[in-house]
T-cell receptor, first 107, second 113 residues
Framework: SQQGEEDPQALSIQEGENATMNCSYK?????LQWYRQNSGRGLVHLIL?????REKHSGRLRVTLDTSKKSSSLLITASRAADTASYFC???????FGTGTRLTVIP | DAGVIQSPRHEVTEMGQEVTLRCKPI?????LFWYRQTMMRGLELLIY????????DSGMPEDRFSAKMPNASFSTLKIQPSEPRDSAVYFC???????????FGEGSRLTVL
């Protein structure tokens, strides 16, 4: 059974807009990670947030974590066409992955 | 560094045949993970190793699946006999610690007819 779920499943936005993806999970975690996957490729690590952190930034990425609600969000600001990909959260030391959000950024 | 290397990239086989997928992790990484990705089930952990020792194989679907890591630079995932429902993309990933960043290979796309 899926231990992580993301919503929306798919998101389509215009270039320059912000994109927000949400992840909900079921188990306790020490940290949560976000990955990106371009079509037909392997996953690439984006950012890790620890359970004692509430927010973390990396470039145009902003991640929040609410352990009481077992949820996390990934915000990509000022999106670009090159951000088009699927985005996954991963928890429990990479033992589970979310269902993924497919982001399409329209130029 | 060349990254995690998987082979073959694509494999088409017939039901009942044996399939062997191979992975070379990044040198110095002591954790190795095998995942399976399908549209229906998403990305599932099959098994992971630490220092060549299998730590958790609870995700291995059934006895038809087996994985080995004879040394720090090589791992195999074997399916025998293969079935059409095994069709998926199989990913290998490595890391320096099990809480850390995973480095993924490009995957092996398996089609069982």
């Amino acid at each position: 059974s899926q231990q992580g779920e993301e919503d929306p499943q798919a998101l389509s936005i215009q270039e320059g807009e912000n994109a927000t993806m949400n992840c909900s999970y079921k188990t306790s975690i020490n940290n949560l990670q976000w990955y990106r996957q371009n079509s037909g490729r392997g996953l690439v690590h984006l950012i890790l947030i620890r359970s004692n952190e509430r927010e973390k930034h990396s470039g145009r990425l902003r991640v929040t974590l609410d352990t009481s609600k077992k949820s996390s969000s990934l915000l990509i600001t000022a999106s670009r066409a090159a951000d088009t990909a699927s985005y996954f959260c991963a928890g429990a030391n990479n033992l589970f992955f979310g269902t993924g959000t497919r982001l399409t950024v329209i130029p | 560094d060349a990254g995690v290397i998987q082979s073959p990239r694509h494999e088409v086989t017939e039901m009942g045949q044996e399939v062997t997928l191979r992975c070379k992790p990044i040198s110095g990484h002591d954790y190795l993970f095998w995942y399976r990705q399908t549209m229906m089930r998403g990305l599932e952990l099959l098994i992971y190793f630490n220092n060549n020792v299998p730590i958790d194989d609870s995700g291995m679907p059934e006895d038809r699946f087996s994985a080995k890591m004879p040394n720090a630079s090589f791992s195999t995932l074997k399916i025998q006999p293969s079935e059409p429902r095994d069709s998926a993309v199989y990913f290998c990933a490595s890391s320096t610690q099990n809480t850390g960043e995973l480095f993924f290979g490009e995957g092996s796309r398996l089609t069982v007819l």
